[in-house]
């Protein structure tokens, strides 16, 4: 395989420091202090009013807060504190006892009532209909002991976790393999532009500052207009102003006379602009034509009778859904291993050569000599903590659901999670892109039912071992590439887990008895949660045994298609020397992503190499993550402000006087 020279232009954009330090001390200790109780509850509240909570919104608002307090306070924070402010934030959105809330509901739910599974509910999950706690909206009662328990081990275990089998992804991605990883710069600078804010060098502000704030007045300007005039005037008015369609400019029934079973239409937002400038130019271009491939594909694939539940009529979600259920989901499991099995091929192959024919390097002895400063612990130590974790997720997984065969568990968890694991982290590390298989939990869920005779809905609730560790992959680079060391990150996580525990307790608590829920006061709740329940528990009740059309979804010829064309892609690529991502790209417009955004991140690929790298020179690869780091930021800031002033004026409305 030839070295791809836009790979190591990536690599090469931002370039770890010299010295790590931990950052962490007691500004960073404030701080998660501040995130767990008044970031988290915020963001609870409003996903319970209005469907979302803060979102990115809260990490960089966070940042903000406590760089502006430590500037009147005469010191000022440095980029490894801002860094870990901006992980540890990341780390409380997560909120894991809002579940029992919706719990709480599941099991008194008229969809339970409905289809009868009311009492097929685990009490590990909720207490049954009848129990104390529940007429008295209180999670403070023994019958909530064992759900909060259990709740509150899994997440330990989970944030153990993060650091075997996501750390040896990184290892093997960035320090093996040194895969470039595009989207990682985009927090790393923002974080380092922050704290650049307050410094010159010169007699001038620094440049990353700079762009930082040219890219977050473009997303105040963008968002005032994209979210802030529909929030403002939805309150005010019968209907909300909007001058730009949301999410999307919906196409599918304009087009489905010319190309049946294609999802078609445009998403407007900006912000597919910086992210086409940020992600590399061929795997852009890449996933547009993946997505031209399915506009071909689609309608002859539903005149020979592989599309068969697509009918005139649906919508976008309601295509692609058909569609996945298809074809895409057994082929999108094809194309998943064959990226698997090119990414150990290219792994195991021992090198590979550079522009003039030369081998070079990439032996596995990076895995145990990793760059010295980063704070690094022994690989097999990352083996352990995965091994343990998994068993462990395993032994609790056949206490709580007994009847349901522990092989699978083993399967989930040594088999599939490490192949989902580095596909997606491969994809990370050279599209930018995270992958999942679609309905790859449920569709084992059914076969193993239909195969062993289990009869209940119990594993669907319980800690089975299936993960995807991309995210995490990712997250080391960023922390790398922060000069962060990961001791401070180990803090971190030491200090904000019991922050995160408490403060989701109480603030659960606290919501459910202010009003029962849901009911006026959490409009969204109101309004939606019987729709999700509905279809959450029809898919449950598909284990309860019969047929189930889930298990049809899984189909040989598609799956056995997409690994062929996937290996015979890269192939064919490789021998004419074309850049290999764009087999990554393809696969991510094959793979049924959103297809209304390839329009805009083809803009931005094109209007960045073509216009901004000719103006600026290289430059312009650094310049691109900052930008889209700012223009994250406004975008942010003016989704609270919306947040706000909806909440607000929503409450005004219903007072008596």
Not at 416 to 435: K, N
Request: one cysteine or more; glycine letters at 12%.
């Amino acid at each position: 395989m030839q070295e791809d020279r836009e790979l190591q232009e990536y690599r090469d954009l931002m370039v770890p420091p010299e010295k790590f330090e931990e950052g962490f001390d007691l500004k960073t200790v404030i701080g998660a202090i501040l995130i767990g109780f008044l970031m988290m509850p915020g963001s609870m509240y409003l996903s319970l009013v209005i469907g979302q909570g803060m979102g990115p919104a809260a990490r960089w608002v966070t940042i903000i807060l406590v760089a502006e307090v430590a500037k009147r306070s005469y010191t000022h924070l440095k980029q490894q504190e801002i860094f870990l402010l901006y992980y540890m934030a990341g780390a409380a959105m997560a909120s894991p006892f809002q579940g029992l809330l919706w719990n709480q509901y599941l099991v008194q739910s008229d969809a339970a009532r409905m289809l009868g599974l009311t009492e097929l509910i685990p009490t590990w999950v909720a207490p049954q209909l009848g129990s104390e706690s529940l007429l008295k909206r209180t999670f403070f009662h023994r019958d909530w002991l064992i759900p909060i328990l259990l709740i509150g081990g899994v997440q330990l275990i989970q944030r153990v976790d993060h650091f075997g089998l996501g750390y040896i992804m990184y290892r093997l991605t960035s320090d093996v393999e040194r895969l470039p990883f595009p989207m990682a710069p985009v927090a790393a600078l923002g974080t380092i532009a922050l704290a650049e804010s307050g410094e010159e060098q010169n007699g001038k502000k620094q440049w990353k500052w700079r762009v930082f704030s040219i890219g977050g007045a473009i997303g105040l300007g963008f968002g005032a207009v994209y979210v802030l005039l529909p929030a403002m005037t939805g309150v005010l008015l019968n209907q909300p102003i909007r001058l730009i369609p949301m999410p999307w400019l919906e196409l599918t029934q304009s087009t489905e006379s010319f190309l049946p079973a294609v999802a078609t239409g445009i998403q407007l937002d900006m912000g597919l602009i910086f992210i086409g400038m940020v992600l590399p130019f061929w795997a852009v271009i890449g996933s547009f034509l993946g997505v031209v491939i399915t506009f071909i594909l689609n309608p002859v694939l539903h005149h020979h009778g592989f599309l068969v539940r697509w009918h005139p009529g649906m919508g976008t979600v309601d295509t692609m859904f058909a569609n996945n259920f298809d074809f895409y989901m057994s082929f999108g499991i094809g194309l998943g291993l064959a990226i698997a099995l090119i990414g150990f091929y290219h792994l195991f192959r021992g090198g590979a050569r550079g522009p003039g024919g030369q081998r070079r390097n990439r032996n596995l002895r990076a895995l145990f000599h990793p760059p010295p400063g980063r704070g690094d612990f022994n690989f097999w130590i990352a083996v352990g903590i995965y091994v343990c974790a998994t068993l462990a997720y395993t032994l609790l997984s056949v206490i709580l659901v007994p009847d349901f065969p522990w092989i699978f568990f083993i399967g989930y968890g040594f088999i599939y999670t490490p192949i989902i694991s580095y596909v997606s982290a491969r994809m990370e590390g050279i599209a930018g892109q995270f992958v999942s298989l679609p309905l790859m939990r449920e569709a084992s869920f059914i076969a193993g039912s239909q195969l062993f005779g289990y009869q209940g809905i119990g594993i669907w609730y319980a800690p089975i071992p299936i993960h995807n560790y991309g995210k995490a992959t990712l997250e080391f680079r960023k922390i790398e590439l922060t000069g962060t060391n990961l001791r401070g990150i180990i803090k971190s996580e030491l200090v904000i887990f019991p922050i995160v525990f408490v403060g989701s307790l109480l603030f659960s608590q606290y919501i459910w008895r202010l009003a029962p829920l849901p009911s006026n006061m959490y409009p969204y709740a109101q309004q939606m949660w019987h729709l999700e329940a509905m279809n959450l528990l029809l898919i449950q009740s598909s284990t309860l045994g019969g047929e189930s059309a889930f298990y049809e979804a899984l189909k040989l010829v598609p799956a056995v298609s997409g690994l062929v064309f996937g290996v015979l892609t890269y192939t064919v690529l490789s021998i004419l020397g074309l850049p290999i991502l764009l087999i990554y790209g393809v696969t991510r417009g094959l793979g049924q992503s959103m297809p209304h955004g390839a329009i805009l991140e083809l803009t931005g690929a094109l209007l960045g190499r073509f216009y901004f790298l000719k103006r600026f020179g290289t430059s312009w690869r650094q310049y691109a993550p900052v930008l889209l780091a700012g223009f994250s930021c406004g975008m942010g800031l003016i989704g609270m402000f919306a947040m706000g002033w909806t909440l607000i004026l929503s409450s005004l409305e219903r007072l008596p006087y």
